[in-house]
């Protein structure tokens, strides 16, 4: 190879490998852009289908007459796109052929079954197929009824979506079956992926005010923004923020510029109520570390010599990791649930907090009937 043909391959590689960097960098600049970011985290522009007509949820897939489209009101009167949707237990006593769903059903349906507030995850609205089929699903296999909402500036609710405006929109679901005649006894939590976020401020909020749910479900949770944009990859593979970590003021210029930096970590002492956490191994999206964290986090308390450790490490430091390791294995207990995953529970203070792993799945975990069926026993839905 002659020297003008290795330097022609030279110049190649060099202006190659300058355009991934230009193109990282502005990767990284338009994460750190706040518009850029509200876009990016909530992707509540993005639409895979054309959604109108809210006020048909039979065109979505959903059975003639067994959901009814609402308009709902924050504390800050934003107008919410709803859907409540009967348990199919209610839904099969309505005569054939079935009238339109009206509001006027939905004390009554709530008298009969309990209720699962569902706060889906970002991009599209609750018109979105795999979202329906969820639906489907809790309100067969747990003959539960299903509030779905539109946060701001999704589907047809007004506004624009912030963290404080999404915690009222959960809050003004939870408002509205209270009004409906449900008990905070009978209403259960569910959050799928950024919906957890927000499902974890609901229940943090609703402790505080001394208010307990039959429970709070997260599928496919993240600590927190920040730790979750450590952790990420593009298309599964390509590490976001791993190359600026190696700059020293980096991260702090990451952690500056973030407008909405949900933390579900940092609410876990003010949960009060039992909680279930969904993961799936195979989730490209969000690690499932993300759920070991937060189970942990929950488990931390009960464990006893949680003093930090000392650098270097001391014998005593290796004494305390192996007693709290024995504490561990004695308040938690393991089922392995062959070719499915595993499940870690432990109770106290009259709550249980559990962990299910499973081996397959994905990000869009709500839709395995092995999730729905543990959902189903652990907080005691009788079907």
């Not at 639409?47 to 709902?72: D, M, Q």
Request: net charge positive.
């Amino acid at each position: 190879m002659s020297a003008s043909h290795k330097g022609w391959i030279f110049l190649r590689a060099h202006k190659t490998l300058a355009a991934i960097a230009a193109l990282y960098c502005l990767i990284i600049a338009f994460v750190l852009t706040p518009l850029i970011q509200t876009h990016v985290l909530y992707a509540h522009r993005i639409h895979f289908f054309g959604y109108s007509g809210f006020e048909h949820p039979e065109n979505y897939g959903l059975a003639p007459g067994k959901a009814v489209n609402l308009k709902l009101r924050s504390s800050d009167n934003t107008t919410l796109g709803a859907w409540f949707i009967f348990s199919d237990n209610y839904h099969r006593r309505i005569p054939f052929p079935e009238p339109p769903a009206s509001p006027r059903q939905i004390p009554s349906a709530i008298a009969a079954n309990p209720t699962i507030l569902f706060l889906h995850g970002n991009t599209g609205t609750r018109a979105l197929p795999l979202r329906i089929s969820v639906y489907s699903a809790l309100t067969a296999r747990l003959d539960a009824n299903v509030l779905a909402i539109d946060y701001r500036g999704f589907g047809d609710s007004g506004g624009h979506p912030t963290i404080e405006g999404v915690s009222r929109d959960a809050r003004a679901g939870w408002n509205y079956l209270m009004q409906q005649g449900s008990k905070p006894e009978d209403v259960l939590i569910i959050g799928h992926s950024l919906g957890t976020a927000i499902a974890g401020l609901l229940a943090a909020q609703l402790a505080k005010d001394g208010i307990q749910p039959r429970g709070v479900v997260l599928m496919s949770a993240f600590s927190s923004v920040r730790s979750l944009m450590d952790t990420y990859s593009l298309f599964g593979f390509l590490p976001l923020l791993k190359p600026i970590s190696m700059i020293p003021w980096a991260p702090r210029l990451v952690t500056w510029s973030l407008i909405h930096n949900f933390d579900t970590l940092s609410l876990v002492p003010d949960i009060k109520s039992s909680v279930l956490i969904v993961h799936a191994e195979d989730d490209w999206d969000i690690p499932h570390a993300h759920a070991s964290l937060l189970f942990d986090a929950f488990l931390e308390p009960h464990l006893t010599l949680s003093e930090p450790m000392t650098i270097p490490p001391s014998p005593a430091d290796a004494v305390r990791t192996g007693i709290r390791a024995e504490q561990r294995r004695r308040l938690v207990s393991s089922t392995t649930i062959p070719n499915f995953g595993r499940l870690d529970e432990f109770s106290s203070t009259g709550r249980k907090v559990a962990m299910l792993k499973t081996t397959k799945g994905g990000h869009d975990i709500g839709r395995l009937e092995g999730v729905q069926d543990t959902i189903r026993r652990m907080f005691d839905f009788a079907v």
